[in-house]
Nanobody
Framework: QVQLVESGGGLVQPGGSLRLSCAAS????????MRWYRQSPGKERELVAA????????NYADSVKGRFTISRDNAKNTLYLEMNRLKPEDTAVYYC????????WGQGTQVTVSS
């Protein structure tokens, strides 16, 4: 069965960095566009970044452009999100996602940006 397992979240000070990972299994990872979403309390889940199957194309929410980098290692079935210059408004639960007839989600990893 499809499994997406996020890791790498934590507490970081403003201006700091974190690297999130998403380990995928149960499907042919290299064939699918993958996405990172985030959700803060009281807000809707929002798309943060996406990367095409071979990694040749990426796109980002305006709020994270220039600070976040999405990447993937198809040999390791792993998706990454490098987050730099973090701000308090980046505080959220971060989820990886792909769609194949339905949306598949991991359990999420909490990122808290606070001094």
């Amino acid at each position: 069965q499809v499994q997406l397992v996020e890791s790498g979240g934590g507490l970081v000070q403003p201006g700091g960095s974190l690297r999130l990972s998403c380990a995928a299994s149960g499907f042919t990872f290299s064939r699918y566009t993958m996405r990172w979403y985030r959700q803060s309390p009281g807000k809707e889940r929002e798309l943060v970044a996406a990367i095409t199957s071979a990694g040749g194309s990426t796109n980002y929410a305006d709020s994270v452009k220039g600070r976040f980098t999405i990447s993937r290692d198809n040999a390791k079935n792993t998706l990454y999100l490098e987050m730099n210059r973090l701000k308090p408004e980046d505080t959220a639960v971060y989820y990886c996602n792909f769609a194949l007839g339905q949306d598949y989600w991991g359990q999420g990893t909490q990122v808290t940006v606070s001094s």
